[in-house]
């Protein structure tokens, strides 16, 4: 194939898939850069470990049906416990004292990424061919690239 055929169908394919690409792009960013924006996912509170006092029983969170996940970091001394409704309450591991609860918004912008925040058909048939099409529009760039150098005797 010429480098014009390859051109041509590298054009079709990401003018056809741009706005799923764009929509990855932006949620996959934001989510790369949530350790650097706190309104996106609250900072991890690291406390003090008290000799001779025990930790809380997890029992107590996992009995209630909101909660979503518990998250103990041994090293900050601190429980996270996640909420299904996207909130998190951070709270020290052994006293129980409450560190923070603040919303989590890095669960609906990996829904956004992953395309089910949308709809499971727009997930399976969208979503997940704009992922293979990225790996082809990636192959015929490449195709594209090392033709255009090979003309041009470079």
Known sequence: MSALTY?????????TFILPIVIIFISGL?????????????P????QFIEGKSLLKLDDFTKNPEVDQIIYRPNK??????YKDDMEKQIHAQTGD?????????NWLLRIHQGSYFS???KKFIFIPTAI????LWISGMMLYFKTRKRKGA
């Open 98 to 106: 409450v560190l923070s609860f603040a919303k989590r918004h890095t």
């Open 77 to 82: 001394n601190n429980l996270s416990i996640r």
């Open 30 to 42: 934001i989510l790369v850069s949530k350790q650097i924006f706190p309104i996106i996912q609250p």
């Open 44 to 47: 991890v509170i690291e406390t």
């Open 133 to 136: 099409v990225l790996q082809i």
């Open 7 to 15: 051109k041509k169908i590298h054009l079709f394919i990401a003018i």
């Open 120 to 122: 499971d058909w727009v």
